[in-house]
């Protein structure tokens, strides 16, 4: 199962098909394209000062290190980790170029595929509802105060427990 995120022009609201129209999913974490074809997934994407950015880490790197007589090996790993560290964080350059062209983030769906995920995402935003997919604590979890956030923990001086640290559910009781 994958994550993606439903990004929808500024202003739009749940439920208005038009928002749709130029709606964009995007997948969270890892991108293979980003892998194997760096600065062109980055021109393909419209990313350019990224693709520029990227062109010119590598080209200087592998520059220096060899103007440096490092061994060819150590070179291609460096080289290797600097586009595995790109693919990882390929998609959340993407993600921020549509915050600054005005796009929100609307929803997150959990879904085996990317039709999959449109679906969820497009149906129930029709539905009047933004899409969050997301699995919810169970009725024995905590209290929400909001949509999105959990209650802080309470401790002994606001009447409640202390927070509990590791994967013990309970706090240890006096000895």
Not at 47 to 71: C, E, I, K
Not at 123 to 130: F, Q
Request: with cysteine.
């Amino acid at each position: 199962m994958a994550v993606y995120t439903l990004h929808v022009p500024d202003g739009s609201v749940p439920g208005d098909p038009a928002a749709l129209e130029e709606a964009v999913l995007v997948r969270d974490g890892f991108s293979w394209g980003a892998l194997i074809f760096q600065v062109l997934w980055c021109l393909y994407r419209r990313l350019w000062v990224a693709a520029l950015v990227l062109l010119v880490l590598t080209v200087g790197a592998d520059l220096l290190m060899t103007w440096a007589g490092l061994p060819h090996g150590v070179i291609a790993v460096v080289s290797f980790l600097i586009v595995l560290l790109f693919a990882f964080e390929a998609n959340d350059l993407r993600r921020r170029k549509l915050e600054r062209l005005g796009m929100s983030l609307a929803g997150i769906v959990v879904a085996s595929n990317r039709n999959e995920a449109e679906a969820r995402a497009f149906s129930l935003w029709l539905a009047g509802e933004p899409p969050r997919d997301l699995p919810r604590p169970s009725s024995g979890g905590p209290s929400r105060s909001g949509p999105d956030r959990p209650e802080p923990p309470r401790g002994p001086a606001q009447g409640g427990t202390p927070p509990v640290l590791g994967l013990f559910p309970e706090p240890e009781g006096a000895r």
